[in-house]
């Protein structure tokens, strides 16, 4: 069982800046992507922000593109999303998305197990005008 949690919302004037963390826990991971969503009240679709897979690729939605910086710490099994220059559209609950693939002991060495999923429960984020 994974758990993956995020921290690190909060209330921010227009064109400031937050740090969401996204951390990972409960197995040890052969290899991840970290995937932010965000998902805007009320009923709005969740939409793609940011992602980055182990080997280093990175997305950004356009809307972000410029403002938000994502990044990983293998050594903490931990994500981050760098928000800059927040706007009031940018108000959603934000959601992480771990990718994972974990490591399964072997007697005859470690292998790498099927690529699962694992969502966290959310930090909210709003921007005031």
């Known amino acids: 069982q994974v758990d993956v949690v995020e921290s690190g919302g909060g209330s921010v004037q227009a064109g400031g800046s937050l740090r969401l963390s996204c951390a990972a826990s409960?197995?040890?991971?052969?290899?991840?992507?970290v995937t932010w969503y965000r998902q805007a009240p009320p009923g709005k679709e969740r939409e793609f922000v940011s992602g980055i897979k182990t080997d280093g690729t990175i997305t950004y939605a356009d809307s972000v593109k410029g403002r938000f910086s994502i990044s990983q710490n293998n050594a903490k099994n931990a994500g981050y999303l760098q928000m800059s220059s927040l706007k009031p559209e940018d108000t959603a609950m934000y959601y992480c998305?771990?990718?994972?693939?974990?490591?399964?002991?072997?007697?005859?060495?470690?292998?790498?197990?099927?690529?699962?999923?694992?969502w966290g429960q959310g930090t909210l984020v709003t921007v005031s005008s």
């Open positions: 998305k771990l990718d994972y693939s974990p490591t399964i002991q072997r007697v005859d060495g470690p292998i790498c197990g099927r690529w699962l999923e694992a």
């Open positions: 409960g197995d040890t991971f052969c290899a991840y992507d």
